[in-house]
């Protein structure tokens, strides 16, 4: 059935943002897109296309990215764990007091304009707003002050319990207990995006499911016939197929509360692809000679800030995750730094070049890129990498961890995973005042989101904002 919008007029415009963290625009907008009737059908009504991420294309600071306009070098925000300072081991993690910039509902609380802000990550622990804020996947569980007002935490709980804010430990080979979890996840926090959004006065509503990029995470390889893992036959060959359903349902359910008058977004932080497995960067580096151990190397697996390292002749490390990340060992920046300021670059020349040109097992070049930040940022803030790394464009992922006696590691040694991200996630954009009738958007950027909102809001965007709003219509 087609979705309708119910009337609720209001003298100022409203705009939902429903996002859907990790959706693939190749899954939604070819494989599955007969499967999604009311995604689809949004599409045919709005403006869609794929949306290209900012560098580094992972969940923080991706969405913050987008609520901001700003990208991660004015956000000083790296990755999920960034550097507090130029020690060897000192890593922090981005929760929502990393972000200093204004997000949409920020912005919209200086004009007096309410805002619904419900999982969207980069929001925990809570900021005081102009309306409701329930916290993101970096909650630590139920008992913590997850809400603003904090008086909206006891209604939530009192209506759905201990609130799930992510999958428990979704690198498992327990899938049916994961499929549980992630499914009974999505439908509470879909059944209280309904509640809030009937309950509340709003002029923006926000949200993100993170269920999609678990199911990604943990399922990919069953449906993808080109993985490494991949075995026709499993039970779970329709696990990804059967969530975006999920996902669609619930979506179905919900705009009908969103008034006629409001735009709708569905968008995506970044996409999702296939992985051939991991490079080991500190590996790398010591078979290189730019990282040498003080210690004999090691027997079992080590994470690299148990191990020994002899700085007086380390050049550089890295560190693990969907993409990599490399430090040098600067004089007089870090405590024992051995590479002289004006030499810096040279050196990340050289080892740029030679990761660029990395084969995989079986000596096939597997096109990964990098990237210094000040190459790709305006404005850097913060301590970013010295070398931001795209291993394999991230058909391959990075491992800190040392022990492997190889550079290429088929199994993820943080458990499994078969998927890592895409550069470009997705975005459909329905305005009912100004319908695109199915336009394709042709290079459309995450950082055009907020001020695309703004301007449907009519509120000025902030000379900060790096990219004007997308022409919708």
Known sequence: ??????????????????????????????????????????????????????????????????????????????????????SYNHLVVANGDAVQEPRLWDILSRYGRNSIVLSVPGTYPPRPINGQMVGCFLTPDASAGYTYPATLKAQIQAKFGDYPFDAKNFRTHEKDQLLKQITAMTKTHFEAARWLVKESDWDLFAMVEIGLDRMHH?????????????KPGSPYANAIRDYYRLLDSEIAALLPLLGEDTAIFVVSDHGAKKMDGGIAINEWLIREGYLTLAEPYPQEIRKPDTLKIDWSKTLAWGEGGYYGRLFLNIQDREPQGIIPAEDALRVLGEIKAKLEALADESGQHIGTRCFLPKEIYPAVEGIPPDLLIYFGDLSWRSLGTVGWNRVHVLENDTGPDDANHAQHGLIIAYDPRNPANGRQLENAHLLQIAPTVLNILGIETPKTMRLPGLVLS
């Open 218 to 230: 943990a399922f990919w390889s069953y449906m993808d016939s080109a993985h490494r893992s991949y």
């Open 1 to 86: 059935m087609p979705f309708r919008l119910i009337k609720k007029t209001s003298p100022k415009r409203r705009v939902a943002i429903i996002g859907l963290d990790c959706a693939e625009p190749s899954l939604v907008f070819n494989r599955y897109a007969a499967d999604l009737p009311t995604i689809s059908q949004l599409r045919g009504r709005g403006a869609w296309g794929r949306l290209e991420s900012v560098i580094p294309a992972i969940t923080v600071p991706a969405w913050s990215c987008m609520m901001s306009g700003q990208d991660p070098g004015a956000l000083g925000i790296y990755g999920f764990r960034n550097r507090a300072d130029y």
